[in-house]
Antibody, heavy 124, light 106 residues
C-alpha cells in the first residue's frame, strides 16, 4: 500500500529553523515527483515546493530562498528544510506524490496520495 | 504565475441535489486541471485529473469537464458524505490551487 507519513512539525520562534520529513512506503521517492503543500489555519491549499525525478527543484515565490526540498533515496524520505521562518509560515504541511507527468497519457500532474500533515506553528 | 479562481466560495445544497462548481484559470491550461475533496481535519483526496478523468474508486456521481480556461466539477445526487471543501489545481505551469468551495448542507 502506498503511504506517506510526515513528521518534524512543532512550535518555533520567528527566524528559527525546522526540518520536516516525509517517509514513503509502497513506492520509491527518487522515481517519482514529490511535493509539499501547506494549509494555513482556516485557509485554502498553497503549493510550496516540488522535487522532480532528475533532482530539479522549484518553489512558490512566498518561500523561495528560505525553504529547501530534498530527498534521501536510502531512507526513501523527502525533506523540507525551513529557515528564517515567519509567522505567516504557520500551517499544516502536507507531503504528496505527484502522478502523471509529461510522458503520461494526459500530460497532467495530480497529487496522490497525501500524508496526514504536520503542523508548524511560528510564534513568539 | 497562473491564478485559479473558483466560484462560488460557498454553496448550500440538499441531499439528492445536483451541484456545479466552476474554476477559471488566468490563462489557458489546456486540460491540466485536477479536482480535490477535503474534509475537516483530513488531507485532500483527488477526485478528477486531466479535467475529466475520474480517479479510481471515486463514485461516478462526480464528473469534470472543460479545457482552456474554464472548468466545472459536477456532483449528481449529492450524498451526505459529499459535504466538504473542493479545490481545483492546475499543473500547466508548476502548480496552483483555487481558493476552495465549501459545500454545506442546506
Amino acid at each position: 500500500e502506498v503511504h506517506l507519513v510526515e513528521s518534524g512539525g512543532g512550535l518555533i520562534q520567528p527566524g528559527g529553523s525546522l526540518r520536516l520529513s516525509c517517509a514513503a512506503s509502497g513506492f520509491t521517492v527518487s522515481t517519482n515527483y514529490m511535493s509539499w503543500v501547506r494549509q494555513a489555519p482556516g485557509k485554502g491549499l498553497e503549493w510550496v515546493s516540488v522535487i522532480y525525478t532528475g533532482g530539479s527543484t522549484y518553489y512558490a515565490d512566498s518561500v523561495k530562498g528560505r525553504l529547501t526540498i530534498s530527498r534521501d533515496s536510502s531512507k526513501n524520505t523527502v525533506y523540507l528544510q525551513m529557515n528564517s521562518l515567519r509567522v505567516e509560515d504557520t500551517a499544516v504541511y502536507y507531503c504528496a506524490r505527484i502522478l502523471g507527468g509529461p510522458l503520461s497519457a494526459t500530460g497532467a500532474d495530480w497529487f496522490d496520495p497525501w500524508g496526514q500533515g504536520t503542523l508548524v506553528t511560528v510564534s513568539s | 504565475d497562473i491564478q485559479m479562481t473558483q466560484s462560488p466560495s460557498s454553496l448550500s445544497a440538499s441531499v439528492g441535489d445536483r451541484v456545479t462548481i466552476t474554476c477559471r484559470a488566468s490563462q489557458s491550461i489546456s486540460s491540466y486541471l485536477s479536482w480535490y475533496q477535503q474534509k475537516p481535519g483530513k488531507a485532500p483526496k483527488v477526485l478528477i485529473y486531466a479535467a475529466s478523468t475520474l480517479q479510481s474508486g471515486v463514485p461516478a456521481r462526480f464528473s469534470g469537464s472543460g479545457s482552456g480556461t474554464d472548468f466545472t466539477l459536477t456532483i449528481n445526487s449529492l450524498q451526505p458524505e459529499d459535504f466538504a471543501t473542493y479545490y481545483c489545481q492546475q499543473s500547466y505551469s508548476l502548480y496552483t490551487f483555487g481558493q476552495g468551495t465549501k459545500l454545506e448542507i442546506k
